[in-house]
C-alpha cells in the first residue's frame, strides 16, 4: 500500500509550515495568528506521524495524541485573552495593540 | 512494568506532592467561597513540603521511569541527578520567596476572589519547572514547556482590568506558541534522523556516520529557538519587556528569577547530554562535530548582553528597567554555558543563587514603593533616600549587587564566571562581559541618583515598611552582604551538585 | 497509479491548496473554513499513513474542538460582515521572499537526507498499541497531560470570565 515515498509528506509539512510562519509574521489579525499557529503545530504532526509509520515506533504517534492536546489547551487559553483584549479595547487588531513597539 | 513505575514514583516525591497541594488548593477555593485568607498558607506548606522532599533527594543519580517496552531499556525520561535537584532547590525557595511576595503585594491582595486561580496557576508553573528541570526525554521536555508556558501566560494578564496586563499577556501567548511550534518542528525532524526521543539515545545515535549533518543542525538550531525564548535570549527577547511591564510585579519578578532557571537547567542538559561525547580531565566538554555549538552560544550570549545593556539606559519606567537587566544577566549567564567547561558550570550555578537574591530584592522594593505611590517610573524615585531610609538602602545593596561590585556576592558571582572565561582562554569575550558590566553601572547608579541626589518636586509622606517586609528584606540582604565576603560555602555546594548522570 | 496514490494527491492538493488559502484570504471566516479543509487533508493523509487512532483524534479534536474555538472567537470579536484587508504592499515582498528562501531550505533537507526507515508491515489498527504504550511506558507524561489540561481549564476559564463587580 505504501508506494508513496516518504519524502512527498514530508514536502506537504515543509510547505505547511513555512506557510504557517509567513501567516504568522504578516497577518494583522490576531485570531488569523493563531490559525497559522495551528497550521505549524499541524505540519510538525504529519511530519512526525509521517517518522512514525516509516520507522514502525509507536512513539511519534503517542507524541503526536499529545501535541494535539496541548494545541487543544493552547487555542483555549489564547481565545480567551483574545477575548480578555477585545472586552478592553474593541479591537484584534495586532497593530494597534502596539504589540511590537520598542 | 508495573514494578518500573512502582518504583520511579520514588523518584518523583517533589512533583508528586506539587501535584496533590495543587489539587488541594483548587478544591479548599472551591469549597471555601467567601474566606480566601488561608490560600496563600497552604501554598508555602505545599512548598516547604516540596522543599524537604528535594532536600532528600540532592545525593541521588538515577534514571526514572525506564520506558520497557522499547527496544533500548538503559535510559529513562526522567533523570535525578544533584545538578537537577539543586535547580529544582533554586525553584522551591524562590517560588517560597514569591508566595511571600504577594502576601504583600496590593494587586494580589486586590484580587479578592481569584486568589485561589492565581495560586493554582504558580503550582502549575511550579510543576512544569520542576519537570523541565530533570527531563531527560524530548516529549516531557516539550510537555512540561508548554505547561510552564501556558501558567505564565494566564498569570501575565491576570490582572484584567489593566490593558497593559491583557496587551502582555497577548504578545506573551503569540511569541510563546511561535516559538514552541518551531521546537515541535526541529524536535520531529530530530525524531525523524534518529528513531528515538530519548536524549541519551540521540547522544548516541548522531554519532554514527550516516547522519546528515545539516538537517541535525537546523533542527538543533530550532529547538534552540524554543529553549531561547524561554531565557530570553536575543534575537527571541522581544516579549521580555512588555510582558515584564504589564504583569503583576509578582510574577514578573517570579518569571524573571525561577522560568529562566528552569530554561536554562533545560539548555545544560540539552547541550550536556544530548550533544556532548567527552567530557575531558580538567573539566572542558567536547561536543560531537554537529555545528560550531561555542561560537553560536557566544555570538547569543554577547548580542543579548550587549541588547539588554544598552537598552536599559533608556528605561524611564523601573519594571521595564529591570527587564532589560534581566536580559542583559541572562547574556552573562550565556557565557558561563558557552564556556562548555565544569567550571563554566559552577559558575552558573553560583549565578543563579546570588541573582535569585539580588532580582527577587530589587523587585520587592520596587513593589513597595508602588504600593504607596502608585507608580513605577524614576522620577517619582526623588528624594526617596531621605523619605524611606532602611529601602533606600536596601535597594542600594541590590542595585549594587546586580551591578557586580563588591563587597556584595554579585561580586563573587560575576569574579567565577570572568574566572571562568580566562581559564578557557576566551579573553576577548571576558573583555566585552566586562565593558557590559561599566554599562549597566550607569543605569543601576541613575537610580541611586535620583533616590539620593535628586529633590523631590511634590511632598511625599514617608514609607515605614512593615515588620514582615523588614524580616524578608533582611533575609535577602544579609546573605549578599554575607556570601560577599565569605563565599566559600556557595561555591563548595556549586561543585559539589554539577555532575550530570553520565553518558 | 493505484488508486492509493490518486487519493493521496487528492488530499495533498486539498491540504497545500487550503494551507495556502488561509494565509492569504481576506475574509476572517473564509480562513477559518479553508482550515478546516487544510484540517481534513491532513486527517486523510493520516489515514494513509496507517495512523488511523490519530486521525480520527484529529478530526474529533482539531476539527470538532479548535475549529469551533477559533469560529467562536471569529464571531465573538469581529462584525461578521467585516473585510479585513491586508496591510500594505510593504510587508508582503520581504515575507514572500522569506517564505520561499525558508521553504527551500527544509525541503531541500528533506529531500537529501536518508531519513531511517525500516521496512515492514504497518500495524492493522494502532489503537491496541497506542493504548498499551500510554499507560506503561508514557504514563508520566499522559499524568502531566492532565494536569496541563486541569491547568488550563482554570486559566482559560478565569481569564475570560466577566467579573461581577
Given at each position: 500500500m505504501n508506494t508513496i515515498p516518504m519524502e512527498y509528506y514530508l514536502l506537504i509539512s515543509a510547505f505547511m509550515f513555512s506557510v504557517g510562519v509567513t501567516g504568522v509574521l504578516i497577518r494583522r489579525n490576531a485570531i488569523v495568528v493563531f490559525m497559522c499557529i495551528e497550521l505549524m503545530l499541524n505540519s510538525a504532526n504529519l511530519a512526525l506521524v509521517t517518522f512514525s509509520s516509516f520507522l514502525g515506533d509507536p512513539a511519534g504517534q503517542v507524541f503526536v495524541f499529545f501535541v494535539m492536546t496541548v494545541a487543544a489547551a493552547e487555542a483555549a487559553v489564547g481565545l480567551a485573552i483574545i477575548i480578555a483584549i477585545f472586552r478592553n479595547k474593541?479591537?484584534?487588531?495586532i497593530d494597534e495593540i502596539n504589540i511590537f513597539k520598542w | 512494568m508495573i514494578n518500573e513505575i512502582l518504583n520511579s514514583i520514588t523518584f518523583i516525591y517533589p512533583e508528586l506532592a506539587v501535584s496533590i497541594f495543587l489539587l488541594i488548593i483548587v478544591l479548599v477555593d472551591l469549597v471555601f467561597h467567601k474566606d480566601k485568607k488561608y490560600i496563600p498558607y497552604i501554598s508555602l506548606a505545599g512548598l516547604v513540603i516540596t522543599g524537604i522532599l528535594v532536600l532528600n533527594q540532592i545525593g541521588i543519580t538515577h534514571f526514572a521511569f525506564?520506558?520497557?517496552?522499547?527496544?533500548?531499556?538503559?535510559?529513562?525520561m526522567m533523570t535525578i541527578d544533584p545538578f537537577g535537584s539543586y535547580f529544582k532547590l533554586l525553584v522551591v525557595v524562590t517560588s517560597i520567596l514569591i508566595i511571600f511576595f504577594t502576601i504583600a503585594s496590593e494587586e494580589v491582595i486586590d484580587l479578592k476572589e481569584r486568589l485561589g486561580e492565581f495560586h493554582a496557576l504558580i503550582y502549575g508553573m511550579i510543576l512544569g519547572m520542576l519537570v523541565m528541570i530533570s527531563a531527560s526525554d524530548l516529549i516531557l521536555i516539550y510537555l512540561s514547556l508548554e505547561l510552564l508556558s501556558l501558567s505564565s501566560y494566564v498569570l501575565a494578564g491576570?490582572?484584567?482590568?489593566?490593558e497593559r496586563s491583557s496587551e502582555a499577556s497577548l504578545k506573551y501567548v503569540i511569541y510563546g506558541s511561535v516559538s514552541s511550534g518551531l521546537m515541535l518542528f526541529g524536535i520531529s525532524i530530530i525524531y525523524g534522523l534518529?528513531?528515538?526521543?530519548n536524549l541519551y539515545v540521540i547522544n548516541s545515535l548522531i554519532?554514527?556516520?550516516?547522519?546528515?549533518l545539516f538537517t541535525l543542525s537546523f533542527s538543533s538550531i530550532l529547538m534552540f529557538v524554543g529553549i531561547g525564548y524561554k531565557i530570553s535570549a536575543a534575537p527571541f527577547h522581544f516579549w521580555t519587556p512588555d510582558v515584564y511591564e504589564g504583569a503583576p510585579i509578582s510574577i514578573t519578578a517570579y518569571l524573571s528569577v525561577a522560568s529562566k532557571a528552569a530554561g536554562f537547567a533545560l539548555l545544560i542538559r540539552f547541550i550536556q547530554?544530548?550533544?556532548?561525547?567527552f567530557i575531558s580531565e580538567d573539566g572542558y566538554w567536547t561536543l560531537?562535530?554537529?555545528?560550531d555549538w561555542q561560537a553560536l552560544l557566544i555570538a547569543i550570549s554577547i548580542l543579548t548582553m550587549t541588547l539588554g545593556n544598552f537598552s536599559a539606559?533608556?528605561?524611564?519606567n523601573l519594571k521595564r528597567m529591570l527587564a532589560y537587566s534581566s536580559i542583559a544577566h541572562a547574556g552573562y549567564i550565556l557565557l558561563g554555558i558557552a564556556v562548555l567547561s565544569n567550571q563554566g558550570l559552577i559558575a552558573v550555578l553560583i549565578y543563579f543563587f546570588v541573582y535569585m537574591l539580588m532580582n527577587i530584592g530589587a523587585f520587592y522594593v520596587v513593589m513597595l514603593i508602588s504600593n504607596k505611590t502608585g507608580s513605577e517610573n524614576?522620577?517619582?524615585?526623588?528624594g526617596l533616600g531621605a523619605k524611606a531610609p532602611f529601602l533606600g538602602v536596601a535597594l542600594a545593596i541590590f542595585l549594587i549587587s546586580l551591578t557586580g561590585l563588591?563587597?556584595?556576592?554579585g561580586f563573587i558571582a560575576k569574579l567565577y564566571l570572568f574566572i571562568a572565561l580566562i581559564d578557557a582562554n576566551m579573553i576577548v569575550v571576558a573583555i566585552i562581559a566586562l565593558l557590559n558590566t561599566v554599562v549597566s553601572l550607569y543605569y543601576y547608579v541613575r537610580v541611586l541618583k535620583h533616590m539620593y541626589l535628586t529633590k523631590s518636586e511634590r511632598e511625599q509622606e514617608n514609607i515605614t515598611p512593615s515588620i514582615g517586609s523588614l524580616v524578608y528584606l533582611l533575609v535577602l540582604l544579609i546573605p549578599i552582604l554575607f556570601f560577599g565576603i565569605y563565599f566559600t560555602p556557595i561555591v563548595e555546594f556549586a561543585r559539589s551538585c554539577v555532575s550530570l548522570l553520565g553518558i | 497509479m493505484s488508486i492509493y496514490d490518486v487519493i493521496f494527491y487528492l488530499f495533498a492538493i486539498l491540504t497545500i491548496g487550503s494551507g495556502y488559502l488561509v494565509v492569504t484570504s481576506k475574509n476572517i471566516v473564509h480562513s477559518a473554513f479553508y482550515l478546516l479543509f487544510t484540517l481534513f487533508g491532513v486527517a486523510g493523509l493520516y489515514v494513509l499513513l496507517a495512523a488511523d487512532f490519530i486521525a480520527i483524534v484529529q478530526l474529533m479534536v482539531?476539527?470538532?474542538?479548535i475549529l469551533i474555538l477559533l469560529l467562536f472567537g471569529v464571531m465573538l470579536t469581529n462584525k461578521v460582515t467585516d473585510v479585513k484587508i491586508r496591510t500594505g504592499?510593504?510587508?508582503?515582498i520581504p515575507a514572500v521572499i522569506g517564505t520561499g528562501l525558508l521553504m527551500g531550505v527544509i525541503v531541500s533537507m528533506m529531500l537529501r537526507t536518508n531519513w531511517k526507515s525500516e521496512p515492514g508491515e504497518l500495524p492493522f489498527t494502532t489503537t491496541y498499541g497506542l493504548g498499551r504504550i500510554l499507560l506503561t511506558d508514557y504514563v508520566l507524561v499522559f499524568e502531566l497531560l492532565a494536569m496541563l489540561l486541569l491547568i488550563a481549564l482554570i486559566g482559560a476559564a478565569s481569564i475570560a470570565r466577566r467579573d461581577n463587580e
Open positions: 474593541l479591537t484584534v487588531n | 525506564v520506558p520497557q517496552l522499547s527496544a533500548v531499556k538503559k535510559y529513562g491576570f490582572l484584567k482590568l489593566r534518529t528513531g528515538s526521543t554519532q554514527g556516520p550516516q547522519i546528515n547530554t544530548g550533544f556532548t561525547s560531537i562535530a554537529v555545528f539606559l533608556w528605561q524611564d524614576i522620577d517619582d524615585y526623588d563588591p563587597p556584595t556576592a | 482539531y476539527v470538532g474542538g504592499t510593504i510587508h508582503i
